[in-house]
């Protein structure tokens, strides 16, 4: 049995979702709630180690619940604070935050985390 901890995959579900132009602008909640259930169906396409996937969530969306396959996290305040926080708790497992924002990107980065863009979780 493998002891490993899985992958932790930390989406920013704010930037993941507004990263496409679709009208999610006027169901923010709605948006975050098709993007965690895309993520439960599908995963991270393209990764073949095991993951856990946590979805940040902020704003509107705080309200959007966990489906089995994926954890969502509501950040009390900044989605961007509660992403870095989940990095530094993860200590020596492996991190992977999917987002496009640039200091975000750097923060984590700076803890260790890999960093990928929306599209490797958009299909």
């Not at 993520?39 to 990764?47: C, E, K, N, Q």
């Not at 305040?77 to 990107?105: F, K, N, W, Y």
Request: aromatic share 2%; net charge negative; hydrophobic share 45%.
């Amino acid at each position: 049995m493998d002891e490993t901890p899985p992958l932790l995959v930390i989406v920013d579900g704010a930037n993941v979702v507004g990263s496409v132009p679709d009208g999610w602008w006027r169901d923010r909640r709605g948006a975050a709630e098709r993007l965690r259930d895309r993520l439960a169906a599908d995963g991270v396409p393209h990764l073949a180690e095991r993951a856990e996937i946590v979805l940040v969530v902020e704003g509107a969306a705080r309200g959007v619940s966990a489906v089995p396959g994926v954890r969502v996290e509501a950040a009390a305040g900044s989605g961007d604070d509660r992403i870095v926080e989940l990095v530094e708790q993860a200590g020596p497992r492996p991190v992977l935050v999917v987002t496009a924002d640039r200091e975000l990107r750097r923060r984590v980065s700076e803890l260790g985390a890999e960093v990928t863009g929306p599209r490797a979780v958009r299909g």
